[in-house]
């Protein structure tokens, strides 16, 4: 997790713990597939010859739910098998999919005056966007 420090000139650094989501920047995750039932697959990195796993950078407003902490997941040499209540979760995200994928990129768009809308990570230095 990232936490940014110091104001409005203050950089985002690793934090291994907070109170709050609200405090967070950025949450790094490793990137699973879902392959069946409650089996999610590791998705390797395309360019990687030693076989390394995929992370994701993501956007403190992308971050949907943290499974309960006594929720048990298996892990094996290619997959992860999730819980049941952590598959009853699952379940209800992936059948609201068309509505939060509306609800996390509204967020992360920022709208420019004159110009066309862009994603947040695909702004450069040089757009003209304040913060």
């Not at 999610?40 to 956007?59: E, N, R």
């Not at 997941?73 to 609201?96: C, N, T, W």
């Amino acid at each position: 997790m990232y936490s940014k420090n110091g104001g409005k000139a203050g950089t985002h650094s690793w934090v291994a713990t907070t109170d709050t989501v609200g405090n967070l920047s950025f949450v790094v995750a490793q990137v699973y597939e879902h392959e069946f039932c409650r089996w999610f697959k590791t998705i390797h990195q395309a360019d990687s010859l030693l076989g390394a796993v995929q992370f994701a950078h993501l956007l403190v407003s992308s971050f949907l739910v943290l499974l309960p902490k006594d929720e048990a997941v298996k892990s094996f040499v290619a997959h992860q098998e999730i819980g049941v209540r952590a598959h009853k979760i699952f379940d209800d995200l992936v059948a609201e999919k068309e509505q939060l994928s509306k609800a996390v990129v509204s967020p992360n768009t920022v709208c420019r005056k004159g110009k066309a809308n862009i994603h947040i990570l695909k702004l450069s230095e040089d757009d003209g966007v304040r913060w």
